[in-house]
């Protein structure tokens, strides 16, 4: 794991915010010695968000087809 400085920080954040999400942690020290962990933010998304399909079948097809699944 990669310690930086605040200054090394401030000059290169792009790279180190790459190197963080890369990685997983960064450390930076500050001049009175104390260090704090750079760790991206994990992205949680729905399991229900999928990506859509293009069909040719109406509302009232679709409809009927999901009745006719919950009947069985």
Known sequence: M???TYSE???NLAVILEQAENT???LIKRKDGRI???IPEKISTSPLD???IKADI???ELVDIIREGRER
């Open 9 to 11: 920080v401030r000059q």
């Open 36 to 38: 704090f962990a750079l």
């Open 24 to 26: 997983g942690k960064v």
């Open 58 to 60: 109406t509302t009232k």
């Open 50 to 52: 999928v990506p859509s």
């Open 2 to 4: 990669q310690v930086y």
